[in-house]
């Protein structure tokens, strides 16, 4: 196989980016914008190894979730990659990613547990509580921008189909103030420019919180701040710096507070938390309290148990879980999560949560020298759990383990070393990100007894 070679591909499955996965003379080939069950007619845009991407010249056989996206920046932008297919149809391949992970990185047997229907989101559009931005100046006008894949190529984005509402009505706003004040935009090529990346944040009572990040410092942007407060809804507004000239991120300092409230509160249940510019929270609210449901449901609390909630964050878990529970111990490597967290714990009036912060493979061995838990609750990044975190596990012999995932591939690779010692329960899967491919798990594994417990 070369560049430019053409030939039919007979699309098998969807990859971890949405795309479409075929073979052809023993080789796996990519194509974007593909179903399974396509024929595509194709052509070799890239070799890598032992992979090929491909491009679609047209479709033979066209699959029944085929759908026109909605959205009109789709084939630019790439924050979203799964519109082209059915709602529906795209649980059912979500699903289908986790038994795939299973049968791909495990010696386990998909079938010898349940794995649950997916989960769908209340809201497949305007969901996502948080927009993060780069700002630009295009023929003139300004607009927030999203970088399309693969390339160099900005793309404006004037009204974001996830998003909601709020938000992009007040990026908007922000806009039209930055614009009258005549505020630079960043430059990356150059490096200079005053306003580089719009944050906003809002709640489910459409209450916003403003974060402008700058590459250089201006006057300008007090008067902008003064400005912003004034929009419906916005009742924070900050100021970060970020001069890096890469972009490796979006915020630089921290952030200071200009005008307005230093947070807003958002809830799940009864349980509220205070959310800065930079707090890690769910963005999707309403599927995040179905997801906390299913957490408390699957920990099998009787007010006697006591709960590890290790990568809390800023603990929306275990205070989730800590009326349900004894006592709850949250580890946390972020500082700034774990003051949150202790905050959220006395916002709630909770007593018996409290937040650690360290390493969580380093720090839970000394704390089970001490302590003693019967369920741990984990919510690691993509790269999964550490090898010293999980044998702490093991060798502590805590009997439920409450695994929430957003990435199946290592998923199923820890799932492999938890099962020399716990049986897996139950998988349930949940699309807390329409329009994505990315799917959120929560796999319950509990302790097979053994002569030696």
């Not at 006008?141 to 992009?168: H, T």
């Not at 505020?183 to 489910?204: A, D, P, Q, W």
């Not at 006395?346 to 089970?368: M, S, V």
């Amino acid at each position: 196989m070369k560049e430019k070679d053409n030939f039919i591909l007979d699309i098998k499955r969807l990859g971890i980016n949405g795309e479409g996965i075929g073979f052809y003379n023993r080789m796996v080939v990519f194509v974007e914008n593909a179903i399974p069950g396509e024929g595509h007619n194709v052509e070799v845009v890239k070799l890598d190894n032992k992979m090929a991407f491909a491009k679609t010249l047209d479709i033979k056989h066209i699959s029944k979730a085929r759908v026109i996206p909605s959205c009109p920046y789709y084939n630019d932008c790439g924050g979203c990659n799964v519109s082209h297919i059915a709602y529906e149809k795209m649980l059912e391949f979500k699903r289908e990613s986790i038994i795939e992970a299973i049968s791909r990185y495990t010696t386990l047997n998909p079938k010898s547990f349940e794995i649950r229907k997916t989960i769908a989101s209340e809201e497949i559009f305007h969901y996502r509580n948080r927009s993060q931005l780069a700002v630009k100046t295009i023929d003139g006008k300004y607009s927030v921008c999203m970088l399309k894949p693969n390339s160099n190529l900005i793309v404006p984005i004037e009204d974001c189909l996830v998003q909601k509402e709020k938000i992009n009505a007040v990026n908007f706003k922000i806009l039209k103030f930055a614009e009258e004040l005549d505020i630079s935009c960043y430059i990356s090529k150059f490096g200079r420019g005053v306003l580089r990346y719009l944050v906003t944040r809002g709640n489910e009572k459409n209450e916003v919180l403003v974060c402008l990040i700058c590459g250089e410092k201006s006057n300008k942007i007090r008067e902008l701040a003064k400005k912003v407060i004034t929009i419906d809804g916005v009742i924070g507004v900050y100021e970060s710096f970020n001069d890096a000239k890469k972009e490796i991120g979006f915020f630089g300092t921290d952030p200071v507070l200009l005008e307005g409230k230093p947070f807003i509160i958002e809830k799940l249940g009864k349980i509220s938390y205070q959310i800065y510019p930079n707090t890690f929270f769910q963005l999707n609210t309403k599927q995040a309290k179905n997801m906390m449901d299913i957490i408390l449901k699957a920990c099998k609390l009787s007010f006697k148990e006591r709960i590890l909630d290790a990568y809390c964050g800023v603990g929306a878990i275990g205070l989730y879980l800590a009326h349900m529970a004894k006592e709850v111990v949250g580890i946390e490597y972020n500082k700034d999560a774990v003051l949150a967290a202790n905050e959220n714990a006395k916002l709630n009036n909770i007593k018996n949560a409290r937040f650690l912060q360290g390493d969580a493979a380093q720090l839970l061995p000394k704390l089970l020298e001490e302590e003693t838990f019967d369920v741990v609750v984990v919510d690691p990044p993509r790269t999964g759990l550490e090898k010293g975190f999980i044998d702490a596990i093991i060798e502590a012999k805590i009997k439920r383990i409450i695994y929430v995932s957003c990435n199946p591939a290592t998923l199923a690779k820890d799932l492999e070393i938890l099962s020399k010692v716990y049986s897996v329960n139950s998988i349930t899967p949940l699309d807390m990100f329409p329009q994505t491919a990315l799917t959120e798990t929560i796999t319950t594994l509990v302790r097979v007894e053994t002569k030696k417990d």
